[in-house]
């Protein structure tokens, strides 16, 4: 499996390389350049085989000459203690649940499989530092991924504002690998910076340097995953085509969703739910992107205007337009229609549903009545209800229990340094530690 930069079509690089390069010396982003049809290898697997049977079975082949049989098991099995969950509603729709890691959101998926493949591919006489901006519970995940992982440090980024969640024993002044850093501005600042260290190739050479984040092409093929498991886990009962409906921010699940339909899952296309900021109303209707002015919304993970994963996004368009306006189908849902999807799951079938899953299922309702066809949809969840509960609870009337793991995630915690965004005060703080 090789992959290429969105900027060049010249230069190939192994998965491998592509996850400890993060981002392409030529600039850019990684994509994928040769896919193998994998039918043969999950069509025979049943509702009984388990996610990280899966991922144990699968990676070898689509990493041939990087991990075998023996070390793709070793990875699956530190990567994942959880997995997806399906749970149909009907004969036309179905729930693929992606919140059961340890913050509660799908990007556990993708975050807990690079730290495991980081820690294998690595170098093994030096340490890496595997470099991340967050927000939220993102810095959670990623420093319960990389908690002990062995030759790495994990230096986590945050904008201006509380630290939640973090394990002051992880923390490398305590003799653990994770180095928790405010910096003094937005979370935008704090990704600028990482892109601005990425392409500086002196610093990255020196502290032997990736990232955790989005742009790093290691976080979509964990996700990949998700479907195959969905469609093994659905397929004796379809009877008719399968789509997905995936809620869409800064648009990695439905990459990851394409690169599937890629491998050969049989899926007839894929609803991309967005909301009011709607941020490829024009794109996808074949006009150039404009970057539109944020709006505040009920679903507040898909309040972007510049997607991160654009230019992934614009590679599939730019080999095939026509096959993917046939295969993706955006949808955008407002606020009062997402409180409307949560309220009909809820009465429907006594389910709870986070606003993000519940513009998805929105979106496919929608999405049919235009199209006026009978398929099946999987709708992805990707947030565990409890994350906002105080928004599930108005709308449904109801109380939602929050799982204890997800109530730890408030404790306060500080940083070990704060510092403004520049590469030299970065490496000032961080320097000691390599």
């Given at each position: 499996m090789l992959f290429r930069s969105t900027q060049s079509n010249t230069t190939r690089v192994s998965y491998k390389e592509a996850i400890l390069n993060g981002l392409p010396?030529?600039?850019?982003?990684?994509?994928?350049?040769?896919?193998?049809?994998?039918?043969?290898?999950?069509?025979?697997?049943?509702?009984?085989?388990?996610?990280?049977?899966?991922?144990s079975a699968i990676s070898p082949v689509l990493l041939q000459g990087e991990l075998n049989p023996l070390t793709a098991a070793v990875v699956a099995g530190n990567a994942f203690d959880f997995e997806p969950e399906l749970q149909q509603l009907d004969e036309h729709y179905s729930i693929l649940n992606l919140y059961n890691g340890p913050t509660g959101v799908f990007k556990d998926f993708g975050i807990a499989y690079i730290a495991a493949l980081v820690e294998e591919f690595a170098p093994h006489d030096k340490k890496t530092m595997v470099l991340?901006?967050?927000?939220?519970?993102?810095?959670?995940?990623?420093?319960?991924?990389?908690?002990?992982?062995?030759?790495t440090i994990s230096v986590i980024l945050y904008p201006s504002?509380?630290?939640?969640?973090l394990d002051e024993a992880a923390f490398v002044e305590h003799g653990g690998n994770i180095i928790p850093i405010q910096i003094d501005g937005t979370f935008d600042d704090c990704q600028r910076l990482i892109t601005e260290i990425m392409k500086d190739r002196d610093f990255v050479g020196r502290y032997n340097t990736t990232t955790a984040n989005a742009i790093n092409v290691g976080?979509?093929?964990?996700q990949t995953f998700y479907y195959l498991y969905a469609f093994i886990k659905v397929k004796k009962r379809l009877s008719g085509d399968l789509r997905f409906s995936v809620p869409?921010?800064?648009?990695?699940s439905l990459i990851?969703?394409?690169?599937?339909?890629?491998?050969?899952?049989?899926?007839?296309?894929?609803?991309?739910a967005m909301n009011a900021n709607n941020a490829f109303a024009n794109f996808f209707s074949g006009k150039t992107f404009t970057p539109k002015q944020r709006i505040a919304t009920i679903s507040p993970a898909l309040d972007v205007c510049f997607p991160s994963n654009y230019e992934r996004?614009?590679?599939?368009?730019?080999?095939?337009?026509?096959?993917?306006?046939?295969?993706?189908?955006p949808q955008s849902i407002d606020d009062e229609a997402t409180r409307n999807a949560m309220k009909e799951v809820w009465m429907k079938y006594n389910i709870m549903l986070d606003p993000h899953a519940a513009v998805a299922f929105a979106a496919a309702k929608k999405s049919a009545e235009i199209k006026g066809e009978e398929y099946h949809t999987v709708v992805l969840a990707t947030a565990h209800p409890a994350k906002y509960a105080a928004l599930v609870s108005e709308t449904l009337g109801e109380t939602v229990a929050i799982p204890e793991k997800l109530a730890l995630l408030k404790k306060e915690c500080e940083p070990t340094a704060c510092i403004p965004p520049h590469i030299d005060t970065l490496e000032s703080a961080i320097a000691s530690c390599f």
């Open positions: 010396p030529e600039g850019g982003l990684y994509v994928l350049d040769s896919v193998m049809d994998m039918r043969q290898f999950f069509l025979y697997m049943d509702s009984e085989t388990t996610f990280q049977e899966l991922v991340s901006a967050a927000r939220g519970d993102t810095g959670v995940s990623i420093a319960r991924a990389f908690d002990k992982k062995k030759n504002g509380t630290i939640h969640g976080r979509l093929l964990p869409c921010g800064n648009f990695g990851a969703g394409l690169y599937a339909w890629k491998f050969g899952v049989p899926v007839s296309g894929f609803v991309a996004l614009a590679s599939f368009y730019d080999e095939a337009p026509l096959v993917m306006r046939n295969m993706v189908f």
